[in-house]
T-cell receptor, first 116, second 111 residues
Framework: GAVVSQHPSRVICKSGTSVKIECRSL??????MFWYRQFPKKSLMLMAT?????????EQGVEKDKFLINHASLTLSTLTVTSAHPEDSSFYIC????????????FGPGTRLTVL | QQQVKQSPQSLIVQKGGISIINCAYE??????FPWYQQFPGKGPALLIA?????SEKKEGRFTISFNKSAKQFSLHIMDSQPGDSATYFC??????????FGTGTSLTVIP
């Protein structure tokens, strides 16, 4: 099956700093990637849809300037949490759509962000 | 607004039993309904998926039943095993291919 990786798996940062999370599709080219946020024992909340070469589409209530998304290539999308605060602490998960199976999404292993 | 409602929130099943998780949706534009399994600290993994033109799909021990008129679908896990203990999410896919997830069901299979 399609493989999606994320880096880093865990990150701890100080309040006010910015953190970048990478999402890569390892064995396919993903024209579309998605970013989700998940709180403990809660569901996945879609943050934004990222299309290669164009601006991301953000879901209602997600701050574009706070969560910067860049999809510079067919295998890499990045999420930058700017000026992070403790309330941004969460599990961030990306997914990618494989053109060979365009209906579904393959998820990365997630990134645990802790903001002190 | 929760686009996809899922129940129960938690489920305990004896080994060998059948686990049943239910989901309901409102948006008739949804056209793809996957189920994902998630272990703690990991990303979700696709289990099985269905389109609304089919009423049932079976893959191994996993079966999706789909009722288009009621806008409901369910996951049945036959012969449940302790290794099936995980959180299960249903989802529905919108026009842009974005997924809206249910609230999740924590399944525990006791030996």
């Amino acid at each position: 099956g399609a493989v999606v990786s994320q880096h880093p798996s865990r990150v701890i940062c100080k309040s006010g700093t910015s953190v970048k999370i990478e999402c890569r599709s390892l064995d396919f080219q993903a024209t579309t990637m998605f970013w989700y946020r998940q709180f403990p024992k809660k569901s996945l909340m879609l943050m934004a849809t990222s299309n290669e070469g164009s601006k991301a589409t953000y879901e209602q209530g997600v701050e574009k300037d706070k969560f910067l998304i860049n999809h510079a290539s067919l295998t890499l999308s990045t999420l930058t949490v700017t000026s992070a605060h403790p309330e941004d602490s969460s599990f961030y998960i990306c997914s990618a759509r494989d053109p060979r199976a365009p209906d579904t999404q393959y998820f990365g292993p997630g990134t645990r962000l802790t903001v002190l | 607004q929760q686009q996809v409602k899922q129940s129960p929130q938690s489920l305990i099943v004896q080994k060998g039993g059948i686990s049943i998780i239910n989901c309901a949706y409102e948006n008739t534009a949804f056209d793809y309904f996957p189920w994902y399994q998630q272990f703690p600290g990991k990303g979700p993994a696709l289990l099985i998926a269905i389109r609304p033109d089919v009423s049932e799909k079976k893959e191994g021990r996993f079966t999706i039943s789909f009722n288009k008129s009621a806008k409901q679908f369910s996951l049945h896990i036959m012969d449940s095993q302790p290794g099936d203990s995980a959180t299960y999410f249903c989802a529905a896919s919108g026009a842009r291919g974005q997924f809206y997830f249910g609230t999740g069901t924590s399944l525990t299979v006791i030996p």
